[in-house]
């Protein structure tokens, strides 16, 4: 399995942007499609974006797309995820997860299908 730990988070104002990281070690991180989901208080985690393994397929919910940008760098085993134009509701712990399957598609998100998941890292926006 891969283990996964999240940085990046914090406090910003609406209209700022931030840049999460998520740096994985074990050997299956280049071989694994990588997501970033979100909760926020009192909701369920929901998908905002995945990655594929070399990083050429990208796939974002509808309510971050033009303002997320998901991206990896597998030599750094590293994959980010940068925020801009944050508004109030993207407050969320943010999750990365670790595809179950080598050849998983951007586009089935179901979270039943990433095996690892990190801590998740805060993020506030304020209005």
């Known amino acids: 399995q891969v283990q996964l730990v999240e940085s990046g988070g914090g406090l910003v104002q609406a209209g700022g942007s931030l840049r999460l990281s998520c740096a994985a070690s074990?050997?299956?991180?280049?071989?694994?499609?990588m997501g970033w989901f979100r909760q926020a208080p009192g909701k369920e985690r929901e998908f905002v974006a995945t990655i594929s393994r070399s990083g050429d397929s990208t796939y974002y919910a509808d309510s971050v797309k033009g303002r997320f940008t998901i991206s990896r760098d597998n030599a750094k085993n590293t994959v980010y995820l940068q925020m801009n134009s944050l508004k109030p509701e993207d407050t969320a712990v943010y999750y990365c997860a670790a595809g179950r399957y080598p050849y998983l598609s951007t586009t089935d998100y179901r979270e039943s299908n990433f095996a690892s998941w990190g801590q998740g890292t805060q993020v506030t926006v304020s209005s």
């Open positions: 074990g050997r299956t991180f280049i071989s694994s499609t």
